[in-house]
């Protein structure tokens, strides 16, 4: 895994609900000098991000109903709608848990397809938030994400009760196989946790520490080259 091949696997993230326009501004300008996939934002701060990144590979996604999931359909339907007439490329959205965990998974997984047809040819990640959920919802959701057309799977917010995990990966890659992507998001801060989640099975990253992981890689290859020389 060189440096840039990693780069383009990150969603360079910032999500807090206090983030300033410098902040997202500055989001924006390390994701193009890292050459990361993507900034991952709140609505919000789409068009703005758009216009910032308008010259440049970086992808603009936009998470919806985040980090809860707790809005109506159709609110996801419009706040994905939304994101993407403001510049969105990607969509993140939390699935509604409450709804899962109460035994409405056709609801969850008509929800999930509303949004995938809402928004047309631009890829949604659908968010588990797995550590509020069993292995059997985690496969169920999985299962629904694959039939309802979304282009990934993610194991979670980084606001929940834990973040990513790489027995979530694992079993997430058992059921979609190569059908869809999968992102793992939440305390993923080191090369070697990186690159833990990559071999589970990721094939995207979401992390608010890109630049401290891609310092890491190149930390990492220098080591190894040093010990080859030696």
């Known amino acids: ?9 990150i969603d360079h993230t910032l999500l807090r609900a206090f983030a300033t326009e410098v902040e997202i501004r500055h989001l924006c300008e390390k994701a193009r000098l890292y050459g990361f996939r993507a900034v991952s934002i709140n609505p919000v701060w789409v068009s703005f991000c758009a216009k910032l990144l ?16 707790a809005a109506t359909a159709r609110l996801k339907i419009e706040e994905a ?9 990607e969509i993140d959205m939390v699935i509604n848990i409450g709804a899962l965990k109460s035994g409405y998974a ?26 509020y959920l069993s292995d059997e919802e985690k496969t169920a959701v999985c299962k629904m994400s694959v ?14 009760s834990s973040g990513a995990r790489v027995q979530d990966v694992k079993l997430m890659k058992s059921v979609v196989g190569d059908a869809l992507g999968i992102k793992a998001a939440g305390g ?35 080591e190894k080259q040093e010990h080859a020389h030696n």
């Open 1 to 9: 895994m060189n440096r840039s091949s990693l780069a383009g696997m």
């Open 106 to 131: 056709q609801y969850v997984e008509k929800e999930i397809s509303a949004v995938v047809k809402a928004v047309k040819d631009c890829p949604v990640k659908v968010i588990l938030e797995a550590s």
């Open 188 to 222: 993923i801060r080191s090369y070697a946790r990186a690159v833990q989640f990559i071999e589970a099975g990721a094939t995207r990253i979401g992390t608010s520490a890109g630049v401290a992981i891609l310092k890491d890689a190149s930390d990492d290859e220098e």
């Open 147 to 160: 039939r309802a057309g979304a282009a990934y799977v993610k194991t979670s917010t980084g606001f929940g």
């Open 81 to 89: 709608r939304d994101a993407v007439q403001n510049g969105a490329t």
């Open 54 to 69: 308008r010259d440049s590979k970086v992808g603009i996604d936009a998470c919806v109903a985040f980090p809860l999931g």
